[in-house]
């Protein structure tokens, strides 16, 4: 299902871009 993979995507490059932006909440 592309919806699936779309939203999956989104997740992903939210947690990534989170992670560059709130380093210290991964810790």
């Given at each position: 299902?592309?919806r699936?993979?779309?939203?999956?995507?989104?997740?992903?490059?939210?947690?990534?871009?989170?992670?560059?932006?709130?380093?210290?909440?991964?810790?």
């Amino acid at each position: 299902n592309l919806r699936v993979t779309v939203m999956r995507a989104a997740f992903v490059a939210g947690y990534f871009f989170r992670s560059l932006l709130f380093p210290d909440v991964l810790e």
